[in-house]
């Protein structure tokens, strides 16, 4: 089956990712998503949540008719259309999958569990995707008699706006399965940049550049050399724009002039040995060496307290501003319009 064809899409766990994921498929006019989670108040929840990702903003349907839900219009017309299904089981959101995908939680026990259910309901030519953070298909897969069908495509949060899809299959996976996926998110039209990683490695490579990233500013607030929002305002106007249109390896190659990268490591690679050697470790379990997690958390609530609905609003729309920034075409004339 060719990956640009209408896709009948079945989601599991409809949290943050989950619902941002329904709004992403949705926005291809020809798919039908089936939604299940247990939450008891899921319908709800779908009425509520699912149109703030789809672009409808709350308080701007409220002026209209303050006395309405501002998610009914969108949402209603999308289940009495058939393009939204919202399912009370398992079996029901599966029967008709030509893919599954599960944003449940970061559990081993939990996956292994739920993809040998979806396994006995599924149609064997479904494609079996999970959006996990870090946990790998491999791993995830034990349960299942057939372990060529599932793989890893982790988003970035919020995905309905975020470019990276990370593909990561089991070492068994079929080939035609990950061409698939990297196919369907690959569509002309599409705004997602779908990279496949070549081997397992937890928390893949993304998560994995944020967690040492995390892991020094953490250390260097500790050691007092900073504090939590200045830490910030040096990575906003410094790294932050640079790799944003460059990513990290292109900045460099630029930044050894003629030389390129080779002369960068060059020049500075006795200082880069230096500031290696001296990275911090902290631990982020248990008991011990974990003292700093207080203070990190008090500087970064007083510096930015409890998110607002508006704050979220104002930081996607942020964002969407910086793909669309990322994706134009500049001359020696400018930008092009």
């Known amino acids: 089956m060719s990956a640009s064809r209408p896709q009948r899409i079945a989601l599991i766990g409809l949290g943050t990712i989950g619902i941002s994921m329904a709004a992403l498929h949705l926005s291809r006019d020809s798919n039908i998503v089936d939604v299940f989670d247990t939450r008891p108040d899921f319908e709800d929840y779908i009425f509520k949540m699912l149109p703030n990702y789809m672009g409808q903003i709350p308080s701007l349907s409220s002026k209209q008719n303050p006395d309405a839900r501002p998610s009914t219009s969108l949402v209603t017309s999308l289940v009495s259309s058939g393009r939204l299904r919202i399912h009370s089981t398992l079996e ?17 026990d939990w996956k292994q569990s739920i993809w040998a259910q979806v396994e006995a309901v599924a149609p064997p030519s479904a494609h079996l995707w999970t959006s996990t953070s870090g946990i790998a298909a491999s791993t995830q897969q034990l349960q299942m008699r057939n372990k060529t069908r599932l793989l890893v495509v982790h ?16 070492r068994g996976t079929s080939p035609e399965r990950v061409e698939f996926a990297r196919e369907y998110f690959s569509i002309s039209g599409s ?30 607030v500790k050691e007092d050399v900073v504090d939590a929002k200045d830490l910030d305002t040096i990575l906003m106007a410094s790294l932050g724009p640079r790799w944003a249109g460059n990513g990290v390896f292109e900045s460099y190659q630029q930044g050894g002039g003629e030389g390129g990268i080779r002369a960068f490591l060059e020049k500075l690679g006795e200082t880069m040995q ?40 104002e930081k996607e729309a942020r964002l969407k501003d910086f793909v669309r920034i990322q994706t134009k075409k500049y001359t020696p004339e400018g930008p092009e319009v």
């Open 155 to 170: 988003p970035f949060n919020p995905p309905n706006i975020m470019p990276l899809l990370e593909i990561v299959p089991a």
């Open 274 to 313: 230096n500031v290696w050697d001296g990275q911090g470790r902290v631990n982020v379990l248990g008991d011990e060496g974990t003292e700093w997690k207080e203070k990190v958390i008090a500087q970064v609530d007083e510096a930015y307290g409890t998110l607002s609905a508006e704050q979220i609003q």
């Open 191 to 220: 705004k997602h940049r779908p990279v496949v990683i070549r081997k397992e490695i937890p928390g893949f490579v993304g998560n994995r550049l944020a967690f040492a990233l995390l892991r020094e500013a953490c250390y260097l």
């Open 92 to 108: 029901s959101a599966c029967a008709s999958a030509t893919i599954i995908q599960e944003q449940g939680p970061e559990n081993v």
